[in-house]
Nanobody, 123 residues
């Protein structure tokens, strides 16, 4: 059974940092796309960052230069380092993994999702 489990969320003041973790179990995602998405209240789920095959990464414009996505070598753990956080970063953050695509920028291409971890940034 494939599971993705996020951790590391919490409450932080604007300008602070958090590091999110996503532990994958049940299979390896080496060579496949993994990503972080987020959903704020009343808004649709949106892409934050993806880690693709070959080591390429993609970021939403709103987080470029502030967030960094990375994985361990086996792609069993996905990380999201979030610096210079802003109140508009407040959302539930979800880890996602694709079973088929090496490069994936949209949610429908991801098959597996975690339960989410809340990130709240106070002003």
């Amino acid at each position: 059974q494939v599971q993705l489990a996020e951790s590391g969320g919490g409450l932080v003041q604007a300008g602070g940092s958090l590091r999110l973790f996503c532990a994958a179990s049940g299979r390896t995602f080496s060579g496949l796309a993994m990503g972080w998405f987020r959903q704020a209240p009343g808004k649709e789920r949106e892409l934050v960052a993806t880690s693709n095959a070959g080591g390429s990464t993609n970021y939403a414009d709103s987080v470029k230069g502030r967030f960094t996505i990375s994985t361990d070598n086996a792609k069993n753990t996905l990380f999201l380092q979030m610096n210079r956080l802003k109140p508009e970063d407040t959302a539930v953050y979800y880890c996602a993994a694709s079973s088929r695509y090496r490069y994936a920028l949209v949610a429908p291409l991801y098959d597996y999702w975690g339960q989410g971890t809340q990130v709240t940034v106070s002003s």
